[in-house]
Protein backbone atom coordinates (compact mmCIF):
# COMPACT_ATOMS: atom_id res chain seq x y z
CA UNK A 1 0.00 0.00 0.00
CA UNK A 2 1.37 3.51 -0.63
CA UNK A 3 2.89 5.50 1.85
CA UNK A 4 1.12 8.51 0.82
CA UNK A 5 0.10 11.61 2.92
CA UNK A 6 -3.22 9.97 4.08
CA UNK A 7 -3.87 7.01 6.07
CA UNK A 8 -3.34 3.86 4.56
CA UNK A 9 -7.01 2.54 2.91
CA UNK A 10 -8.20 -0.27 0.36
CA UNK A 11 -11.07 0.41 -1.35
CA UNK A 12 -12.35 -3.24 -1.10
CA UNK A 13 -13.04 -5.65 1.74
CA UNK A 14 -12.47 -9.22 -0.18
CA UNK A 15 -15.22 -11.48 0.19
CA UNK A 16 -14.65 -15.09 -1.18
CA UNK A 17 -16.92 -15.87 -3.91
CA UNK A 18 -17.13 -19.09 -5.98
CA UNK A 19 -15.82 -18.61 -9.57
CA UNK A 20 -17.51 -20.81 -11.93
CA UNK A 21 -15.55 -22.93 -14.65
CA UNK A 22 -15.84 -20.59 -17.15
CA UNK A 23 -15.50 -17.46 -15.10
CA UNK A 24 -12.15 -19.05 -14.81
CA UNK A 25 -11.32 -20.36 -18.12
CA UNK A 26 -11.88 -16.57 -19.00
CA UNK A 27 -9.50 -15.48 -16.76
CA UNK A 28 -6.83 -17.77 -17.69
CA UNK A 29 -7.29 -16.69 -21.32
CA UNK A 30 -8.78 -13.54 -21.48
CA UNK A 31 -7.42 -11.65 -18.80
CA UNK A 32 -3.53 -11.42 -20.83
CA UNK A 33 -5.62 -10.03 -24.18
CA UNK A 34 -8.01 -7.51 -22.10
CA UNK A 35 -6.74 -6.69 -18.73
CA UNK A 36 -3.96 -4.33 -18.01
CA UNK A 37 -1.34 -5.67 -14.79
CA UNK A 38 -0.84 -3.32 -12.68
CA UNK A 39 2.09 -1.74 -12.44
CA UNK A 40 3.50 1.69 -10.68
CA UNK A 41 3.56 4.54 -14.34
CA UNK A 42 0.58 6.50 -15.32
CA UNK A 43 -1.18 4.64 -18.24
CA UNK A 44 -1.35 6.26 -22.14
CA UNK A 45 -4.98 5.86 -22.49
CA UNK A 46 -4.15 6.70 -25.57
CA UNK A 47 -1.31 4.10 -26.07
CA UNK A 48 -3.90 1.35 -24.45
CA UNK A 49 -6.89 1.77 -26.65
CA UNK A 50 -4.99 2.98 -30.21
CA UNK A 51 -6.89 6.54 -29.57
CA UNK A 52 -7.42 9.04 -28.03
CA UNK A 53 -11.06 9.78 -26.76
CA UNK A 54 -12.44 10.58 -23.22
CA UNK A 55 -11.61 7.86 -21.07
CA UNK A 56 -14.24 7.15 -17.69
CA UNK A 57 -12.94 4.57 -15.14
CA UNK A 58 -15.67 2.69 -13.00
CA UNK A 59 -14.66 1.23 -9.40
CA UNK A 60 -15.95 -1.89 -8.52
CA UNK A 61 -17.58 -3.01 -11.82
CA UNK A 62 -19.42 -6.30 -10.11
CA UNK A 63 -20.14 -9.22 -12.64
CA UNK A 64 -19.50 -6.09 -15.63
CA UNK A 65 -22.77 -6.01 -17.06
CA UNK A 66 -23.50 -2.39 -16.41
CA UNK A 67 -19.96 -2.10 -17.52
CA UNK A 68 -20.44 -3.97 -20.71
CA UNK A 69 -23.67 -1.98 -21.74
CA UNK A 70 -22.49 1.66 -21.23
CA UNK A 71 -19.13 0.66 -23.46
CA UNK A 72 -21.32 -0.58 -25.79
CA UNK A 73 -23.76 2.38 -26.17
CA UNK A 74 -21.18 4.68 -26.33
CA UNK A 75 -18.31 3.87 -28.43
CA UNK A 76 -17.25 6.99 -28.79
CA UNK A 77 -15.64 6.91 -25.02
CA UNK A 78 -12.88 4.55 -23.70
CA UNK A 79 -13.58 3.01 -19.99
CA UNK A 80 -11.35 1.61 -17.49
CA UNK A 81 -13.17 -0.99 -14.73
CA UNK A 82 -11.68 -1.78 -11.64
CA UNK A 83 -12.45 -5.07 -9.72
CA UNK A 84 -10.53 -7.19 -7.36
CA UNK A 85 -13.03 -10.43 -7.29
CA UNK A 86 -12.47 -12.97 -9.69
CA UNK A 87 -15.55 -13.99 -10.32
CA UNK A 88 -16.47 -10.78 -12.12
CA UNK A 89 -13.69 -10.13 -13.55
CA UNK A 90 -13.66 -13.34 -15.72
CA UNK A 91 -17.69 -12.53 -16.26
CA UNK A 92 -16.28 -9.39 -17.65
CA UNK A 93 -13.37 -10.56 -19.33
CA UNK A 94 -16.71 -12.55 -21.18
CA UNK A 95 -18.45 -9.99 -21.78
CA UNK A 96 -15.54 -7.84 -23.49
CA UNK A 97 -15.14 -10.66 -26.05
CA UNK A 98 -18.20 -11.96 -26.82
CA UNK A 99 -19.01 -8.12 -27.81
CA UNK A 100 -15.80 -7.36 -29.14
CA UNK A 101 -15.63 -3.99 -26.65
CA UNK A 102 -12.48 -2.19 -28.11
CA UNK A 103 -13.15 0.46 -25.82
CA UNK A 104 -13.15 -1.84 -22.92
CA UNK A 105 -10.41 -2.95 -20.36
CA UNK A 106 -10.05 -4.15 -16.60
CA UNK A 107 -7.69 -3.81 -14.23
CA UNK A 108 -7.75 -6.76 -11.22
CA UNK A 109 -6.54 -4.71 -8.32
CA UNK A 110 -7.27 -2.35 -5.62
CA UNK A 111 -8.41 0.94 -6.80
CA UNK A 112 -6.57 2.84 -4.53
CA UNK A 113 -3.19 1.89 -6.42
CA UNK A 114 -4.61 1.92 -9.64
CA UNK A 115 -5.80 5.33 -8.91
CA UNK A 116 -2.33 7.10 -7.36
CA UNK A 117 0.10 4.75 -9.26
CA UNK A 118 -1.90 4.37 -12.45
CA UNK A 119 -3.80 7.33 -13.32
CA UNK A 120 -2.15 10.52 -14.41
CA UNK A 121 -4.10 13.49 -12.58
CA UNK A 122 -6.34 15.46 -14.57
CA UNK A 123 -6.65 12.30 -17.32
CA UNK A 124 -10.67 10.91 -16.80
CA UNK A 125 -13.36 12.17 -18.30
CA UNK A 126 -15.35 10.63 -16.01
CA UNK A 127 -15.72 8.25 -13.29
CA UNK A 128 -18.30 5.52 -12.30
CA UNK A 129 -19.35 3.90 -8.98
CA UNK A 130 -22.60 2.11 -9.50
CA UNK A 131 -23.49 0.02 -6.14
CA UNK A 132 -20.77 -0.04 -4.44
CA UNK A 133 -21.29 -2.42 -0.77
CA UNK A 134 -23.41 -0.48 1.42
CA UNK A 135 -21.91 -2.34 4.46
CA UNK A 136 -25.52 -2.17 6.22
CA UNK A 137 -24.30 -2.48 9.82
CA UNK A 138 -23.30 0.60 11.49
CA UNK A 139 -20.17 -1.11 13.19
CA UNK A 140 -19.39 -1.80 8.92
CA UNK A 141 -19.82 1.61 7.78
CA UNK A 142 -15.90 1.88 8.69
CA UNK A 143 -15.72 -0.49 5.13
CA UNK A 144 -17.42 1.66 3.03
CA UNK A 145 -15.35 2.43 -0.04
CA UNK A 146 -16.70 6.18 -0.02
CA UNK A 147 -14.53 7.95 2.10
CA UNK A 148 -13.62 11.96 1.84
CA UNK A 149 -9.65 10.20 0.99
CA UNK A 150 -11.28 8.50 -1.50
CA UNK A 151 -13.46 11.37 -3.04
CA UNK A 152 -10.51 13.72 -2.85
CA UNK A 153 -7.78 11.13 -4.58
CA UNK A 154 -10.42 10.57 -7.40
CA UNK A 155 -11.27 14.35 -7.55
CA UNK A 156 -7.42 15.00 -8.51
CA UNK A 157 -7.82 12.46 -11.31
CA UNK A 158 -10.92 14.15 -13.00
CA UNK A 159 -10.10 16.46 -16.01
CA UNK A 160 -11.44 20.24 -15.30
CA UNK A 161 -15.91 19.68 -16.03
CA UNK A 162 -15.07 15.80 -15.43
CA UNK A 163 -17.64 14.04 -13.62
CA UNK A 164 -18.04 11.76 -11.12
CA UNK A 165 -21.28 9.79 -10.94
CA UNK A 166 -22.25 7.49 -7.68
CA UNK A 167 -25.80 5.18 -7.56
CA UNK A 168 -26.85 3.30 -4.54
CA UNK A 169 -30.30 1.76 -3.28
CA UNK A 170 -29.06 2.29 0.41
CA UNK A 171 -30.94 5.54 1.30
CA UNK A 172 -28.57 6.19 4.76
CA UNK A 173 -25.80 5.25 2.28
CA UNK A 174 -26.98 7.70 -0.47
CA UNK A 175 -27.02 10.43 1.99
CA UNK A 176 -23.36 9.59 2.96
CA UNK A 177 -22.51 10.02 -0.05
CA UNK A 178 -24.40 12.86 -1.19
CA UNK A 179 -22.14 14.83 2.19
CA UNK A 180 -19.10 13.43 1.34
CA UNK A 181 -19.23 14.69 -2.77
CA UNK A 182 -20.47 17.77 -1.46
CA UNK A 183 -17.56 18.37 1.64
CA UNK A 184 -14.96 17.59 -1.45
CA UNK A 185 -14.32 21.72 -2.16
CA UNK A 186 -12.55 20.09 -6.29
CA UNK A 187 -16.18 19.09 -6.79
CA UNK A 188 -20.18 20.88 -7.26
CA UNK A 189 -23.26 19.27 -7.67
CA UNK A 190 -24.97 19.15 -11.00
CA UNK A 191 -28.38 18.98 -9.06
CA UNK A 192 -30.16 20.06 -5.65
CA UNK A 193 -29.72 16.91 -4.25
CA UNK A 194 -29.95 13.60 -5.90
CA UNK A 195 -29.71 13.81 -9.67
CA UNK A 196 -31.83 12.34 -12.31
CA UNK A 197 -31.16 8.02 -13.29
CA UNK A 198 -29.07 9.91 -16.32
CA UNK A 199 -29.96 7.50 -19.73
CA UNK A 200 -25.84 6.34 -20.21
CA UNK A 201 -26.48 4.37 -16.90
CA UNK A 202 -28.91 1.67 -17.64
CA UNK A 203 -31.63 -0.06 -14.89
CA UNK A 204 -30.44 -3.18 -13.82
CA UNK A 205 -31.07 -6.46 -12.41
CA UNK A 206 -30.02 -5.34 -8.99
CA UNK A 207 -31.37 -2.36 -9.56
CA UNK A 208 -34.77 -3.45 -10.67
CA UNK A 209 -34.71 -6.31 -7.37
CA UNK A 210 -34.00 -3.22 -5.34
CA UNK A 211 -37.03 -1.45 -6.25
CA UNK A 212 -38.80 -4.57 -6.10
CA UNK A 213 -37.66 -4.93 -2.34
CA UNK A 214 -38.97 -0.79 -2.01
CA UNK A 215 -35.41 0.41 -2.04
CA UNK A 216 -35.56 3.72 -3.77
CA UNK A 217 -32.06 4.46 -6.02
CA UNK A 218 -30.56 7.18 -5.26
CA UNK A 219 -28.15 8.98 -7.92
CA UNK A 220 -25.25 11.42 -6.78
CA UNK A 221 -23.92 13.34 -9.78
CA UNK A 222 -20.87 15.87 -9.36
CA UNK A 223 -18.53 17.80 -11.57
CA UNK A 224 -14.77 18.54 -10.83
CA UNK A 225 -14.26 22.30 -10.75
Known sequence: MSASSHPPIRSFVLRQGRVSNAQRRAVDTLLSVYGIAYAPGALDFAQVFGRRTPAILEIGFGMGETTAAIA????????????????????????????????????????????EHMIAPGALAGAHVFFPDPWPKKRHHKRRLIKPALVALLATRLAPGAYLHAATDWEEYADQILA??????????????????????????????????????????????
Open 180 to 225: VFSAEPALVNTAPGFAPRPDYRPLTKFESRGLKLGHGVRDIIFRKI
Open 72 to 115: KAHPENNYLGIEVHTPGVGSLLKLIAEEELANLRLIQHDAVDVL
